[in-house]
């Protein structure tokens, strides 16, 4: 029973991971960019919904705070890249890198000058909720991680397959002069999917804060985010869910059954293993591309 206990809180965890991972590769199978900030956008968007939902901040109902907060973080997402990014084009793809780390560092500062450095939780309608099923409990907060995350997944995955919107953003990222010969708004899609990935974001940050507690650093959740995206599959959405449930499910059977010294690396030691053996990703897209 308590592996299953372990099991159940891995995914939970695991799912936040993916959530995370699939924006990285929201942005990446739209734009081709890496965009390490996307943790810090999760932290963000999770502060941004305690502002509005903490009776010592704003007190608003909480499912009045979750639609700001998504469309706070969406606009966000856009600003950053009209603002920024476009200002980058024709720059090399590390010099992207490196403006997302360092804007990941000032989002953690601006967290922190604004809700402090002290680990804070969201006020939600599931706190301390339970499902009991024989000896196996489950927190309302774990369930509805799962679910969500399922569902976010799956309607992204049928966004960037079935619709027509969905594939000119796959077209703009292969080839971006050709999809603007055939008539894509492309500066428009990639400032829709910055967008998106920002909810996305968001969406990551209110699930996560619900289940714990939150800090500027809780951004560098990033790091294991993106080793997730890699397991998974760089350019698969449904990849990066699954990669994120691996890790998430790694973290605590490793930490029950290896020593505290070496548990912490189990993640990044599978992330070099899948890079050693199969480089594209266990569950990777992979594609050619079309000029």
């Known amino acids: 029973m308590d592996n299953v206990q372990l099991l159940i809180s891995g995914l939970a965890n695991g ?3 993916g959530l995370i991972a699939l924006g990285f590769v929201l942005i990446y199978k739209a734009t081709e960019a890496v965009n390490f900030a996307q943790g810090d956008f999760m932290m963000l968007g999770a502060f941004v919904t305690i502002g509005l939902t903490n009776a010592e901040y704003m007190g608003l109902p909480f499912w009045m705070a979750v639609p700001i907060s998504l469309g706070i ?4 997402g856009y600003l950053l890249d009209r603002l ?3 200002r980058m084009f024709g720059e090399s793809q590390t010099a992207v890198v490196i ?3 360092a804007l990941g560092f000032v989002i953690r500062f601006v967290a922190g000058l604004i809700w402090g450095h002290e680990p804070q939780t969201l006020q939600n309608p599931l706190a301390g909720k339970e499902l009991s099923f024989g000896g196996l409990v489950l927190g309302l907060e774990d369930v509805a991680v799962i679910i969500v995350t399922l569902a976010l997944t799956g309607s992204l995955y049928l966004f960037f397959s079935r619709t027509k919107l969905g594939l000119a953003m796959q077209g703009a990222s292969q080839n971006q002069l050709a999809a603007y010969y ?5 500066k428009r899609v990639q400032g829709f999917i910055w967008a998106l990935a920002g909810a996305v974001a968001a969406v990551a940050g209110i699930l996560f804060a619900a289940k714990g507690s939150v800090d500027p ?3 560098l959740l990033g790091i294991k985010a993106f080793a997730a995206a890699v397991i998974g599959g760089f350019g698969s959405l449904p990849g990066a869910l699954a990669g994120g449930l691996i890790v998430g499910v790694i973290e605590p059977f490793a930490s029950r059954y ?3 010294g070496y548990s912490q690396i189990a993640p990044y030691a599978l992330l070099v293993a899948v890079l050693v053996f199969r480089p594209h990703g266990l569950f990777s897209q992979v594609r050619v591309k079309k000029v």
């Open 258 to 260: 290896i020593a505290a």
């Open 15 to 17: 799912c936040v991971y």
């Open 73 to 76: 973080m969406a606009g966000l």
């Open 99 to 101: 403006l997302t780390i």
């Open 217 to 219: 650093s809780t951004g």
């Open 84 to 86: 920024v990014i476009r």
């Open 182 to 186: 055939m008539g894509i708004p492309v």
